[in-house]
């Protein structure tokens, strides 16, 4: 079965970095794009960014452009998510997820969430 | 970017009721939308993607339809454990942005 596993959040200062890890396990993961999403406390769901399947390709949005990198490694199943110059809007869940279709010409919704991790900004 | 207006915002139904959720688009999406439900500290959940195609094993009480830019999740008879949150969500081109999500409450 699909999971995904999410590591590495914590409490952090403003203006710190951290790493978010993504175990993922139960599907072919060099087949599938991968996706970050993150949740402010009460608030909705924020698309954050994404990785072709191969890598070879990253989008994000407007909110963590130039701050933030997702990548992957094939060799170890993993997401990960660099994230620099945080700040306390950036104070959420957040969550990995696999897109629902294989590539290439994959459709990237989302079939399978993570738990997520939590990752407070404060000083 | 393409814009997802959600309406409404919040809900409240009793089980048994038929509720329906709209999601317009700033712009043609082509069928690329997904629904999901969300409960309480929870992840969420895929209902349906291609606008009107349901994740396996999703009840078939909820259905989706919709084209261009307009957009609606139906269920047909609420249940109790239907109480949650929805969000809409494109997948047209990046950025891949959610509506604002819909609360469903119990009357």
């Known amino acids: 079965q699909v999971q995904l596993v999410e590591s590495g959040g914590g409490v952090v200062q403003p203006g710190g970095s951290l790493r978010l890890s993504c175990a993922a396990s139960?599907?072919?993961?060099?087949?599938?794009?991968m996706h970050w999403v993150r949740q402010a406390p009460g608030k909705g769901l924020e698309w954050v960014a994404f990785i072709r399947y191969d890598g070879s390709k990253e989008y994000y949005a407007d909110s963590v452009k130039g701050r933030f990198t997702i990548s992957r490694d094939k060799s170890k199943n993993t997401l990960y998510l660099q994230m620099n110059s945080l700040s306390a809007e950036d104070t959420a869940v957040y969550y990995c997820a696999k897109s629902g279709s294989e590539s290439p010409g994959a459709r990237h919704y989302f079939d399978y969430w993570g738990q997520g991790t939590l990752v407070t900004v404060s000083s | 970017d393409i814009q997802l207006t959600q309406s409404p915002s919040s809900l409240s139904a009793s089980v048994g009721d038929r509720v329906t959720i709209t999601c317009r688009a700033s712009?043609?999406?082509?069928?690329?939308l997904a629904w999901y439900q969300q409960k309480p500290g929870k992840a969420p959940n895929l209902l349906l993607y291609d606008a009107s195609r349901l994740e396996s094993g999703v009840p078939s009480r909820f259905s989706g339809s919709g084209s261009g830019t307009d957009y609606t999740l139906t269920i047909s008879s609420l249940q109790p454990e239907d109480f949650a949150a929805y969000y809409c969500q494109h997948y047209y081109t990046p950025p891949y942005t959610f509506g604002q999500g819909t609360k469903l409450e119990i009357k």
């Open positions: 712009q043609d999406i082509s069928d690329f």
């Open positions: 139960g599907f072919t993961f060099s087949s599938y794009g």
